[in-house]
């Protein structure tokens, strides 16, 4: 009888992983857990300005830590809150968040494990840093929110973004200084006026649901002088860094390949063709944050 039963044993054993992977994946595919990459690079910049060097590589593994759990809390109540928009937007339909892939009780449990590791994360780095935890989680639940009452939201997700490198430096200085500030800054205006060029795909589904956005709001082409202007910002804002932090001048090449990189983005999309806005967003953007950090680390290297 035990020889007859080891099969189905095997069997079972063996539908029981592939539905565990399947639920591994589909959590993945709900919080873009690659796309970490957008706030990871400007949370070390941060830690390199404030450190003047190698800032410890247990305050790089919290760092990280700190930045996963965080992106992953965001996402999670996002998809969460959202998820009756989502399944009247053809482009979002599929999401696991609307499909059913990944539940209710899931995106729940998700986000307060992942809010509860940012904790901890944050704990250990320094007082300051735990003390200001409310700040972002509540972010988190606000942003996806503002949509439905403000056409500024671009800019409360930025604000969550700049969380990055403005963490990155507290957790190493434990206090306040102006870099710190400027480089957030950068990071709020550089993801607002992003986010403003990505919401031109949902222009039409925006106004059927009441939603409120720039360019559902200000019209397609206001919305891409919003969106400069932001990028505008975003440029002045990364070189005033560059000034306040006393960082040579490899940064300022990194900044400058960064704000190339903006230009580059712009030059993708126009108010008469917005194909190509994912290609601005995922890939030109991760670029981006990439170009910074790397001037701040040959800043530091250097100085």
């Not at 910002?233 to 990189?261: D, N, Q």
Request: with cysteine.
């Amino acid at each position: 009888m035990s020889d007859v039963a080891a099969p189905s044993d095997r069997a079972g054993k063996a539908r029981n992983r592939g539905s565990a992977l399947h639920a591994a994946g589909a959590l993945l595919r709900l919080v873009q857990f690659e796309h970490t990459i957008f706030a990871l690079p400007f949370a070390y910049a941060g830690a390199l300005i404030a450190a003047h060097g190698n800032p410890g590589w247990a305050r790089v593994g919290w760092i990280a830590l700190a930045m996963a759990a965080a992106r992953s809390c965001a996402f999670a109540l996002n998809r969460l809150i959202d998820r009756g928009i989502d399944s009247r937007n053809p482009r979002t339909a599929s999401r696991p968040s609307v499909t059913g892939e990944v539940t209710v009780p899931a995106m729940l449990g998700l986000a307060a494990i992942t809010a509860a590791l940012l904790v901890i994360a944050a704990a250990n780095l320094n007082r300051l840093c735990l003390e200001l935890c409310p700040i972002p989680l509540a972010l988190f639940v606000l942003y996806p929110y503002c949509k439905r009452f403000t056409f500024l939201a671009h800019y409360v997700l930025g604000a969550g973004i700049a969380g990055a490198p403005v963490g990155g430096f507290l957790a190493v200085r434990g206090a306040w200084d102006l870099p710190a500030v400027l480089l957030g800054l950068s990071v709020l205006f550089w993801m607002g006026g992003l986010d403003i060029l990505y919401a031109l795909q949902d222009v039409a589904v925006d106004r059927a649901q009441g939603l409120h956005s720039v360019p559902s709001r200000l019209g397609v082409r206001n919305a891409f002088y919003v969106s400069d202007a932001s990028h505008v910002l975003t440029a002045a804002f990364l070189v005033a860094t560059g000034v306040a932090a006393h960082l040579s001048w490899p940064f300022f090449i990194g900044a400058a390949a960064g704000i190339a990189l903006l230009v580059y983005e712009h030059s993708l999309v126009s108010p008469t063709d917005f194909s190509r806005v994912n290609r601005a967003f995922f890939t030109v953007n991760s670029y981006f944050a990439i170009a910074v950090f790397a001037g701040v680390l040959a800043s530091v290297v250097v100085h």
